[in-house]
Each structure stands twice: as C-alpha cells, then as structure tokens.
C-alpha cells in the first residue's frame, strides 16, 4: 500500500483492496466508514484494461469483499454497489451473473437490501452491438442497477437532502391552495392537508437518469457526460492516463447526500478515477479512495488539483 496523494479531506491509496483494507495501518478505520460507495468491474464478456470476470468466479470474487467492507461501516452506515449488466459469450441472452453476485455479497455479510435503484442512460451506445446493431434481434442496453445495502434494517438516512423541483403542474396546485382528495381506483385515500403541504420539493424516485430524459419520465435527472469529458480532456491534456469507465458526479452526489452528513467518512473500495473522493470533498465529507492501478490513482489527482 502507498499512498497516491492526500487532500483536506481525503487520501487516495494504491493497492489491492483486500490487501490495504487487511493492513493493520488501517485498523484505525474500522466502524468509521458511513458510506461506502463503488463501482467495481462489471462481469462483462469482453475483457477490460482494469480487469473483470465473469459467471461465478465473479459471485466468488465480489462477495469475498462483503465482511471485509462491513467491518469498516458505522452500526448506521450504508453499502452502495453499481453493477452493469453482463451477456452470455455467442449468445443474445443477458448473464445473471450480477444478480448472484450481488445476492451472494449479501448473504455472506447478512446484510440488508434497503433499496435497488436504476441508473437510466437513454444516451448509450447501442449495445451488445452483435444482437442489437448487427442482427437487430435485441434493443440496446441502457442502464446499470445500483443496490443500498446496510447491515441494519434502518441506516442513516434523509430523502429530504435529495428533493426535486416540484413540477410546474404541482407548482401551480400549490398556488391554488386547491387538490381533488379522496378515494382513488386503486383505493387509496389521498387526504388534501397532506397532499397540499409544500415540503420544498418532490421526494425523487428510485429512476436515475440524465437531465434530457425528465420530461420523457418521473425520474431523477442524473448527469453522465460532461464531467467524464472534462476528465478525459485534462488527462489527455497531462499526457496522464485516464480510466475508462468514470462514474457520473450526479449519481455519485445523489447517494452522499442521501445516505451521510457533513465531515462523515465515504470510502471506495475501487476508486478508479476517484469521482467517489471529488464529489465528497466538495460536499464537506471526509474520504478514503483505494486503486489498484498507480496510473489511474494519480490520474484521479486533476480531479483536485486547479485547471490551468
């Protein structure tokens, strides 16, 4: 384990994370992580520079992390784990392999599935381009899940810190101080106190998508595109090697804001271009990002350092 760089609130390690975390330097850490939020290597068929695998030494490999990870959260702390969805080498079938890995990391720590989010890009490549570009006997693939675990039933957290705007439709309600309340089909009663308080914003669904794709859906507009280009774009700039797969800052904000408060601790595990220790920074929160790669860990430093 060395140490990348540090900042006023964070450190950047390099190093394999089941190493680093078994360190005794980090023994200090143990029960202080709020949120620990990743991206580890999907289980895709074609092999990436930073390394993934598939079908059940995938299961094996993620859930191997699941009792090393919980000993470092807090008694309320919060686990949040992208996964991409993977597809059976020569076949237009999706592999399952995400879904056991994820249920397997699960049952080795007894952890608890607090709530499974969908990160929509409308705006992806058409892919696995063989069944859906080449054939045509699929549609393209257009979003990754995002699991929250805990290892309580009730973790730390506020969905008042994450409200959208109200719609303008509800905007206007709001202003006419008038609601049809009452029973609905579905009989359900909607009381009209309640549903006409104005609580500063709508509570965001569990839909995370771009900005341009609102309109079209209830859901949480999240960004994906300009902060991987200003990324890129520097490193480029820097002759620095940049990490192919970056995370959107808006998902990653979404889930610290939701899921922490100020000066907590968020840890990533696989820390990559190290989206996760950026956007904590600039939210006031105390990090720990862990990269296996020396290139892409000090990469991730023009994330924090000024634009020239």
């Avoid at 509800?170 to 106190?193: A, C, D, F, I, W």
């Amino acid at each position: 384990m060395t140490l990348a760089y540090k900042t006023a609130c964070g450190q950047m390690l390099v190093g394999n994370c089941e190493e680093v975390l078994g360190s005794s330097r980090m023994a200090a850490w143990k029960n202080k992580v709020q949120l620990i939020f990743t991206s580890p290597p999907f289980p895709l068929t074609r092999e990436k520079k930073y390394g993934n695998l598939t079908g059940q030494p995938y299961s094996e490999w993620l859930s191997g992390f699941a009792k090393l990870w919980t000993e470092f959260l807090t008694p309320d702390g919060s686990i949040v784990i992208e996964v991409g969805n993977g597809w059976n080498r020569g076949f237009p079938t999706m592999s399952t392999a995400g879904i056991k890995a994820l249920l397997a990391f699960q049952e080795a720590a007894n952890l608890h599935l607090c709530q499974e989010f969908i990160c929509f890009n409308p705006a992806r490549l058409p892919s696995p381009a063989e069944w859906v570009t080449v054939r045509r006997v699929r549609v393209k693939d257009a979003f990754t899940r995002v699991w929250w675990l805990s290892s309580t039933p009730n973790p730390k957290a506020d969905n008042r810190k994450v409200l959208t705007e109200y719609s303008q439709s509800m905007q206007k309600m709001l202003t006419r101080g008038t609601y049809n309340g009452g029973n609905r089909p579905s009989e359900h009663r909607v009381g009209h106190e309640t549903f006409m308080a104005n609580n500063g914003g709508s509570i965001p669904p569990n839909v995370l998508t771009p900005p341009n794709s609102k309109e079209l859906l209830d859901v949480l507009p999240i960004a994906n595109t300009s902060s991987r280009r200003a990324y890129h774009l520097r490193c480029k700039a820097e002759g620095l090697t940049a990490h192919p797969a970056v995370m959107p800052e808006s998902l990653v904000e979404f889930f610290i804001k939701f899921l922490t408060d100020e000066h907590d601790m968020v840890m990533d595990p696989f820390a990559g271009s190290n989206t996760t220790g950026a956007i904590a920074e600039k939210l006031n929160r105390r990090w720990i990002g862990i990269e296996a790669s020396e290139d892409y860990a000090g990469s991730s430093w023009l994330r924090f350092a000024p634009a020239a």
